[in-house]
């Protein structure tokens, strides 16, 4: 096949924007990087650059003596990690409920879960129910329980138990295995892509939530995280609290490029995860467009 | 269905209700109570006393919100910067998907799709704290750039009239390339032997975008905008509050109605009147998704919510 000059276009016009698209997408990135490499003295006078100037790993140091970081991270993993496992429990079960032909309620509990889509009672009566009722202020609980069933994340897992084949479920059954022992040796263990994808949406909403921290939380050694970063971004000044008192700062502490160190020490397990977050992803996407 | 018959169902298979009690639970006690919480927003509430022990106040806490230019402003801040959103997000998703699908050489394109998929899934907070670290500062980076440009540098956070503009630039930074692969999906999807015959009749590959691969995408396109369009009264609190936070210089063009809750709750604890404005969201919300919904449902049934 002959390409046309009109095609040639095509193609040159293609990479051309989407080139462009990607290093809109990534310079952020590289300035991060680099500013949390670069000298604060440099930073203050002229901003941040794709290539750090006078390199020095000034803020790592810091943030590696700094007991509030390392802190606020095992909080992080902590509630990342109790979430994921309890929203995976908790929302297969309910989705497997659901999608099973022989539960009777099945239509009247989908639509029960769905109605909270379409409507809520909106932040004031929640922020009531969290801290003036199951008085849960400052405590991670109220991190964790409130996003452990996503309505969007248990039908996704329902689109998937439907197509489960039934004589699976019916061969079980003939081999005397009860209800039980049909979901736990039978269903869960072909539906490890799916609990995969689900896992990993809930591991990333749990590691990227801040909302629930910003209602819920005030005392700082209990801040994830998120938190740390948030409060950095509403006063300059919060830096300072991540250096640890015997770090030797000589004159001036280095809180432009601490900001960026502790962005960059927030979004890594996201970044070094990528290759399996992007691929579960776009499984996830085409499942769910099929017919959520 | 008698209601014998499925207690009948039910003793029959105890452990399938038992696997969705947790769930039913959590449902309940994180959404549904809430509800009831409604209330709330007529009585002049006092946390001692509680909602039930509350006095009632009919709807003047409705008034206030009403009755000045508030509900005006943030009711247009919302609508408009979603409607910025769905436009910029949308084009330029459905732009990527185009030309991500003219591109034959496999490691350019897997690439590139890494790259412009990744900022999906920053935080928030991460990302207002790049905004704040680039445009704020003594020297602003990006001011940096404009003058190297021969453009007089600007003090950002002063210039709201901006901020729409910039909050888009964000959204599509964080949002067209998830998009743009729920497009390249249905894009794979079409048929080969049409793009066969064209080619046959000699059409360029330009052609061939323009009148085949945009018409076939056309009706995922409007499905994905008439779903968004249902939830245009909802505000991106997260998004806004991450990046414009307590900077009332900006609250002119960037205050949408969640991030205005928020602040009569935690800032003026003004209770019962958070509570209306949020009810009047939910209940706006509501019929607009039912809508929307109904539109969709004559459209193509197939892609109804419900």
Partial sequence: MIATKSDRMMTAFSWGFITLFAAFCLIPFLLMVSGSLTDEQILIN???????????????????????????????????????????????????????????????????VYFTMLFNGGMVPFYILISNWLKL??????????????????????????????????????????????????????????????GLFYALIYWNDWFMGILFLSEENKFPLQMILRRMVSNLEAAKNLIPSGAGIALQAPTYQIRMATTLVTIGPIVLLYPVLQRYFVKGLTIGSVKG | MGGKTWMRGIGRYPFLYLLALPGVLFVFLFSYVPMYGILIAFKEFNIRKGVLGSPWVGFSNFEFFFTTDKLLLVLRNTVFLNLLFIAATTCCAVLLAL???????????????????????????????LVQSFLGGMHPTVDGWLESLGIAPLNWYYEAHLWPWILTLIRVWQGAGYMSIIFLAAVTSFPDEIYEAARIDGASRFQMMRRITVPLLVPTISILTILAIGKIFNGDFAMIYAIVGDNSMLYPTTDVIDTYVFRSMRVLNDFGMAAAVGLFQSVMGFIFVVAVNALVKRYSQDSALF
Wanted: aromatic fraction near 12%; charged fraction near 15%.
């Fill in chain 1, 46 to 112: 002229e901003g941040y650059s794709l290539l750090p100037k006078g390199l020095n790993f000034e803020a790592y140091r810091i943030l590696l003596q700094s007991g509030a970081l390392l802190r606020s991270y095992g909080i992080t993993l902590f509630i990342t990690a109790t979430g994921t496992v309890l929203g995976l429990l908790v929302s297969a079960s309910l989705a497997y409920s659901i999608a099973n032909r022989r539960n009777r309620l099945r239509h009247a509990i989908s639509f029960y």
């Fill in chain 1, 137 to 198: 202020s400052d405590t991670l609980a109220a991190l964790i329980l409130p996003l452990a069933v996503q309505p969007f994340l248990v039908f996704l897992m329902v689109s998937f138990f439907r197509t489960v084949p039934e004589e699976l479920e019916e061969a079980g059954r003939i081999d005397g295995a009860g209800e039980v022992r049909i979901f736990v040796q039978l269903v869960l263990p072909i539906s490890k892509p799916i609990l995969a994808t689900v």
């Fill in chain 2, 99 to 129: 030309l991500l699908n003219e591109i034959r050489v496999k490691w350019f394109k897997r690439t590139a799709q890494s790259l412009i998929f990744l900022p999906y899934f920053m935080s928030w907070v991460v990302i207002g704290m």
